[in-house]
């Protein structure tokens, strides 16, 4: 025979079991002596517990006049830090909106510097300088050429940037005048 | 048991009346009921009044909270259970009934006062083995004889979950009893 635990026997004496457990454990506790002595035990408790209901004698005016007042007094100080806390909120919201508007510098500096473009490098791999008869040439790529030519300078100085210009300046051996030569590619 | 008076909060807390005032009649018309329900559960009258206290206060700051006024009693009541299991929760503890709170009739001998108070005694050092929320589903239904449903909604729980407790309770109290017997 399987009996019920006992949980159900506990349930079963206060009569909180359902409908359909109620009357499957009524009828085995009917034929079962042991679990008949469980249910009575359970019983048996239930009847002693509501004495744990009597009150003590009690003053109920002195009582009810404490209870008020405390009332009032905890009223009172929840009111005092409720009205604090604006205070409070209002200093932390502050310090909250400091930190968000710092973060939202760092954010965008960091994205700045991140998007800022990156130098990008003059490729002169294809601009060379000639020297040719009477002056120098300066190419650009296949189609752009720059020359200067000075014919019959002696000593004749050439300089060059990295803007693409270039110039010359060389004396004239029969009249001593100082030539000096520019020239650059258009932008 | 104090009597049930249900009550809703604008009867209570009318327009027009002082705050303080209806505040007072407030809690003057629901104390008894609210201490002896949570005195029930932690079987301490110092206790039950702090907790009493506490329950009200937390009522009244909350009182936006409560929707439906006719349910004002059983609003109350829920916070009541929940502010007495917290408690039995936090101390950890059993609080013991002091001989002279302990209940008495005029007509009792000292002897029968106690054997009374050891009995009490007896009973309460039973609910300390049992944990807070077992204690309060088995003190609410056996000793204050609500039904399980009740139970269920001041404890803010199902009924299964009720059932639970209230079995583990039983089951636990009747070990006990077995043990002292021996």
Redo the contacts between chains.
């Keep these: 025979m399987r009996h019920p635990n006992q949980a159900t026997l506990a349930l079963h004496a206060g009569a909180d079991l359902g409908p359909f457990r109620r009357w499957l454990t009524a009828r085995h506790v009917a034929r079962c002596t042991y679990c008949s002595q469980e249910v009575a035990g359970y019983t048996e408790m239930r009847e002693l517990l509501p004495e744990l209901a009597e009150l003590p004698e009690i003053s109920w005016n002195r009582m009810a006049a404490e209870i008020k007042a405390n009332v009032r007094l905890g009223l009172e100080a929840g009111e005092c830090v409720r009205s604090e806390m604006p205070l409070h909120h209002a200093s932390l919201a502050g310090w909250r909106a400091v930190v968000a508007f710092a973060s939202v510098l760092v954010l965008v500096g960091g994205c700045l510097v991140l998007e800022r473009p990156a130098p990008q490098m003059v490729h002169t791999a294809e601009t060379s300088v000639a020297s040719a008869k009477d002056g120098v040439q300066l190419q650009a790529g296949d189609n752009r050429m720059l020359g200067l030519m000075n014919v019959g300078a002696q000593k004749a100085v050439y300089h060059f940037d990295a803007q693409g210009s270039m110039g010359s300046r060389y004396t004239d051996p029969e009249t001593g005048s100082i030539t000096i030569n520019t020239v650059s590619y258009a932008q | 048991?104090g009597t049930t008076v249900l009550i809703g909060m604008s009867d209570v807390i009318e327009p027009g009346l002082e705050l303080?005032e209806r505040?007072?009649r407030f809690?003057?018309q629901h104390?008894?009921r609210i201490?002896?329900q949570i005195?029930?559960v932690v079987?301490n009258?110092a206790d039950a009044?702090d907790l009493?206290?506490?329950a009200?206060?937390k009522a009244?700051?909350h009182q936006e909270q409560l929707k439906d006024e006719n349910k004002a009693a059983h609003w109350l009541s829920r916070i009541a259970t929940n502010t007495a299991i917290d408690f039995l929760r936090r101390s950890g503890r059993a609080t013991f009934?002091e001989l002279d709170?302990?209940?008495?009739s005029h007509s009792e001998s000292p002897e029968q006062i106690l054997l009374r108070s050891e009995?009490?005694e007896y009973?309460?050092d039973g609910?300390r083995l049992l944990s807070a929320r077992e204690r309060a589903a088995?003190?609410m239904?056996?000793?204050?004889?609500l039904p399980?449903d009740e139970v269920a909604e001041r404890m803010n729980c199902s009924k299964a979950t009720v059932?639970?407790h209230?079995?583990?309770g039983?089951?636990k109290?009747?070990r006990y009893?077995?043990r002292r017997k021996r």
Excluded: K, W
């Design positions: 048991m303080q505040q007072n809690v003057s104390f008894r201490f002896v005195y029930h079987q009258v009044q009493t206290q506490e009200f206060i009244l700051q009934c709170e302990a209940p008495e009995h009490r009973l309460e609910l088995l003190i239904r056996d000793v204050e004889g399980a059932r639970s209230i079995a583990n039983r089951t109290f009747r009893m077995e």
